[in-house]
Structures are given as C-alpha cells and as structure tokens.
C-alpha cells in the first residue's frame, strides 16, 4: 500500500516568515495529494490539493508543489500568521479514493 | 462548514462493551468514508462506500468492526467487545468530486 512520509514533525517560525513542509510517497500510482490544516480538538479541514497533471498550485498565502519524478510534494506557507499555527497532514491516493496521510507537523508561528 | 455531523460526540465505553457511531451528511454524497486516528498521528482509512455498497474495507478493521451505509445516506460503525485499543477519535468523510474528502467533526472513544 501507499506509504507517506512527511517532515518535518514540528517546524517553529516567526511571524511573517515563510514555512515549508515536505512529503514522500511510495505508490506511483497515486494521482491526488491533498493538504489538510487540524487546529487543537476540531476536524482535519481541507486547505489546498493538487492533482498529479500539475506541477504548481497557489492559493493567496498557500501553495503547494509536486514532483512525480522524484515522488515528492510539498506545502508553502508565505507570511505566517498566528492562526496559521496548528497541524499540517499531506495525503496521497490513487484511482481507489483512499487517503493514506502523512503523521503531522506541528506549525507554531510566534509573534 | 462541509457539512457532516457526526455522534455521538463522545462516547466513554468499558471495555467489552458494544459502541455505534453515527455519520450524516447534510447533503447527498456519493462516497463517505471512515478513518480512525490516535493522538499524534494521521487519521488511518477504515473503509468506504459508494452509495450504499461498501467498497473496501482496510486490515486495520478486524471482525469486531462493521459498518453500513443503508440507502446511501447515514452511515453507521459498530464496535463490538471493544478493547483499550480501540480508543481514538472516528473521523467519517464525503467526498464527490474526483478525491476531493471533507471530514466531520468526529467521535472520540475512550475504552476504559
């Protein structure tokens, strides 16, 4: 099955600054990865995805890249902001739908 | 708001007990989805419908577990003899367009 790694598990920025986060996936197959943003007690909420026939994706303050050949994306945070401060999961899947997530990372933007 | 609603809320259970978790989405989707996650780690996939047939069941859900879907709609997870091991928040999703999945608010079970 498809196996996502993501790093790094906690990631501490000062306000302002930009934040990145990376991901690895196994399956080559998979064809959607999307970002989900989980603050303390509330639900994985989706923030930004991206398809594997695009390279690039933005989303005012967020953007997302993905490199098929070398089997990687990743999650751009410019110009933090306190409440951008909670836990970040990448997913992958193929044509089957199921999410395989990756294990976290704690963003903590200080003021 | 996604709009899935999802109860209880909490559930504290002792262990041997049988527990059902609810899923109902305020809008027709055509798959909903059920991952578990732990503190500290990504929700893991548990199974999923489309419509009202399951579709695939992950090796994460032993016999104890079973889940339906009756005419597409809610959707409902049973646990039976629940172990310590169970304890975790169950997370149901819906999605239709392509992977696109947006989750509930969840259950959070405690086996004591």
């Known amino acids: 099955g498809e196996n996502v790694e993501q790093h790094p598990s906690t990631l501490s920025v000062q306000e302002g600054d930009s934040a990145v986060i990376k991901c690895t996936y196994s399956?080559?197959?998979?064809?959607?990865f999307p970002w989900y943003k989980q603050e303390l007690g509330k639900r994985p909420q989706l923030i930004i995805d991206?398809?594997?026939?695009?390279g690039e994706k933005k989303d005012q303050r967020i953007a997302v890249t993905l490199n098929k050949t070398a089997k990687h994306f990743s999650l751009h945070i410019t110009e933090t902001q306190p409440e951008d401060s909670a836990v970040y999961f990448c997913?992958?899947?193929?044509?089957?739908?199921?999410?395989?997530f990756g294990a976290g990372t704690t963003v903590t933007v200080r003021a | 708001d996604t709009g899935v609603s999802q109860n209880p809320r909490h559930k504290i259970t002792k262990r041997g007990q049988n527990v059902t978790f609810r899923c109902d989405p305020i809008?027709?989707?055509?798959?909903l989805y059920w991952y578990r996650q732990t503190l500290g780690q990504g929700p893991e996939f548990l199974t999923y419908?489309?419509?009202?047939?399951?579709?695939?069941k992950s090796r994460l859900l032993s016999d104890r577990f079973s889940a339906e879907r009756p005419k597409g709609s809610f959707s409902t997870l049973e646990i039976q003899r629940t172990e310590q091991g169970d304890s975790a928040m169950y997370l149901c999703?819906?999605?239709?367009?392509?992977?696109?999945?947006?989750f509930g608010p969840g259950t959070r079970l405690t086996v004591t």
């Open positions: 419908f489309q419509n009202e047939a399951q579709l695939e």
């Open positions: 399956d080559s197959a998979s064809n959607y």
């Open positions: 999703a819906v999605g239709d367009r392509e992977n696109e999945q947006y």
């Open positions: 991206i398809r594997s026939n695009v």
């Open positions: 809008s027709e989707h055509n798959r």
């Open positions: 997913a992958a899947s193929t044509f089957d739908y199921k999410l395989s």
